[in-house]
């Protein structure tokens, strides 16, 4: 009880977070009831987001992003998330934006939406002690083209706040190596790597993320399990895991979390972390996700303060900002 208690109050680092998708509903309805646009579909009764499964989701999830317009929507959506996270203990966050929500893909208006966004960050920095990093992210249903804009949008705006680029969206669709380019690019303008891997894809989809893209972090990557020598290159190569073990369980990626490899992951040695993903989309908290971690798998306060720091150890930050968060 009292180790419980000590685990959901430690301060977590979370690497893998979708800036939209942490909106809590009340913040959506409220915004699409001010701009009178109906995404009532998006909703079920008791107020939650409403979908079916994982495709479906990234439709309800762009039906509620549709009522964010301006980047003072944007700056009142980061004071709401940063909240919640500070709530839930997290003092350092790393969330995914979207320049296709943010001006369309155009630099000079992510400049704009980006700018609402820091300033946001920084008050909530001051009031709660959270820190907020950005990576930019090419959504992977909407084509390599969108992605190469994309990273125009993150090449252009590189620096101590915008410090990635990784890609989300649809894994069915397209190769890793279709995105190559943008992945180039902002390797080039000094931004840090990872993508969206083996959530719905196997192995393959992992080793492709690492040997098409090199990418230094995978979002998911779980279902390397499914392959031990990928896994041992996974532990061999030192690539992190941005694990989201709540999202997996209520999507179906894994029946439940006794069933989830996150332990045999780490006892084979690969860098695994833990994080939210779209905290209200999946019910979590990174509190609860430290809970249900502790109580499945008799995870101790040890071992979660040795995730933070390879958390922390992971992060894209600079190395001033990584020494003042552990
Ligand atoms: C995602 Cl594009 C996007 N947005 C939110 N959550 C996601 N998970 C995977 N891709
Ligand atoms: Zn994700």
């Given at each position: 009880e009292e180790q419980l208690h000590r685990i959901a109050n430690l301060p977590k680092v979370e690497l893998h977070t979708h800036f939209e998708g942490c909106a809590p509903p009340v913040f959506i309805r409220g915004l699409a009831a001010e701009k009178k646009i109906d995404i009532s579909k998006a909703f079920k009764a008791d107020g939650s987001y409403a979908y079916r499964d994982f495709v479906h989701f990234l439709e309800v999830y762009e039906a509620a992003t549709s009522v964010l317009k301006t980047p003072e929507d944007f700056a009142r959506l980061c004071t709401a998330v940063l909240e919640q996270s500070a709530e839930n203990g997290v003092i350092y966050q790393e969330t995914f934006l979207s320049p296709d929500f943010c001006g369309g893909g155009d630099v000079a208006a992510w400049r704009e939406y980006l700018h609402a966004i820091q300033e946001a960050a920084s008050v909530a920095e001051r009031a709660h002690g959270i820190v907020l990093r950005g990576i930019v992210t090419p959504i992977r249903h909407f084509g390599p083209d969108k992605a190469k804009r994309t990273a125009l949008c993150a090449a252009e705006t590189a620096g101590d706040w915008i410090v990635g680029?990784?890609?989300?969206?649809?894994?069915?669709?397209?190769?890793?190596?279709?995105?190559?380019?943008?992945?180039?690019?902002?390797r080039e303008a000094g931004l840090r790597l990872t993508t969206h891997a083996g959530e719905w894809r196997g192995p393959e989809e992992v080793r492709d993320a690492v040997n098409d893209l090199r990418v230094e972090r995978i979002g998911h990557g779980v279902r390397a399990i499914y392959d031990l020598a990928t896994v041992d290159m996974l532990a061999e190569r030192e690539i992190t895991l941005e694990v989201c073990p709540g999202s997996n369980v209520f999507l179906g990626v894994f029946p439940s979390l006794d069933q989830h490899p996150i332990d045999q992951l780490r006892r084979r040695g690969v860098k695994v972390t833990v994080s939210t993903d779209d905290p209200p989309f999946f019910h979590t908290t990174m509190r609860d996700e430290y809970v249900n971690l502790a109580k499945t798998f008799g995870w101790d306060e040890a071992i979660l303060t040795d995730i933070n720091k390879t958390a922390a150890g992971a992060a894209f930050c600079d190395q001033t900002t990584r020494d003042a968060i552990l």
């Open positions: 680029l990784g890609m989300g969206g649809d894994e069915n669709k397209g190769k890793q190596r279709d995105f190559a380019y943008a992945f180039d690019m902002a």
